[in-house]
């Protein structure tokens, strides 16, 4: 019985990118919504009128409960967003786990596409200062160079390894693990109002913010683009958010 052939991998046949893309492919979320949870405790039934009303007239509620912190109002709404971006990206997005649910592409039941990240040359790559007390700066260009002409070797060494194990049979969840993190995926997340808030107070920086933050850029490509999709869906709440500091109440 022959050998099986080793597959080739060229760097041509890769795909590279530097991008995250956000999709929001389902909402039920609006100002009206924390409305009539907020008038429950006083309104009791009568609450529910507030969905037919217009929630600019209640802004001031919105603004008191994002001010004092009165969380649950903005629990009672959904958005799910389609994300693709490096693996990397998706380990520090499921640290947020309260107000969250996760669906990823499976490498144990798919064939995982070689697609990989490449930062491009406006992605800052050196870290100057102390932990805690660090910033990042702009490399020179010889530096951009060898990350990308190293992580492009990389990847094309680590797909060949991959597609080497697939060919020998081996099974997919095992063959994996030759894949960097580097790797695209994809996910479904699935939150409300007030859990991301809280990402967007950890994952992005703004000159707004009361609480400093200092994320993994690739990580704050995501959070922008959600947010500004949020944005569109519920502007009284996300000008509450932006007014008080962008601290999840």
């Given at each position: 019985m022959g050998r099986t052939p080793t597959p080739v991998t060229t760097r041509e046949s890769l795909t590279f990118r530097s991008d995250v893309t956000v999709e929001l492919v389902k909402s039920?979320?609006?100002?009206?919504?924390?409305?009539?949870?907020?008038?429950?405790?006083?309104?009791?039934?009568?609450?529910?009128?507030?969905l037919k009303k217009d929630p600019e007239r209640s802004k001031g509620l919105i603004n008191y409960l994002?001010?004092?912190?009165?969380?649950s109002p903005f629990e009672h709404n959904s958005m799910t967003f389609f994300i693709s971006a490096p693996i990397f990206v998706f380990r520090e997005f499921m640290r947020h786990r309260v107000g969250?649910?996760?669906?990823?592409?499976?490498?144990?039941y798919r064939e995982l596409e070689p697609v990989f990240y490449v930062p491009d040359a406006s992605r800052k790559l050196v870290q100057e200062g102390r932990p805690g007390k660090?910033?990042?700066v702009e490399g020179t260009p010889g530096q951009h160079a060898a990350v990308s002409e190293t992580l492009r070797e990389s990847y094309e060494q680590a797909y060949t390894a991959y597609q080497k194990l697939l060919a020998e049979g081996v099974a997919r969840e095992v063959a994996r693990a030759a894949l960097p993190v580097?790797?695209?995926?994809?996910?479904?997340?699935?939150?409300?109002a007030r859990s991301l808030m809280h990402f967007l107070g950890l994952r992005t920086q703004h000159e707004l913010a009361k609480v400093p933050s200092f994320p993994q850029r690739e990580i704050e490509m995501v959070g922008e683009k959600m947010e500004a999709e949020w944005a569109k869906l519920m502007p009284l709440t996300y000008a509450a958010f932006n007014a008080n500091g962008r601290v999840a109440p």
């Open positions: 039920a979320a609006s100002d009206a919504d924390v409305l009539f949870a907020a008038r429950v405790s006083t309104a009791g039934e009568q609450s529910l009128d507030e994002m001010r004092d912190r009165h969380g969250w649910s996760y669906n990823e592409e499976s490498g144990r660090y910033v990042f580097g790797l695209y995926s994809s996910m479904y997340a699935t939150c409300n």
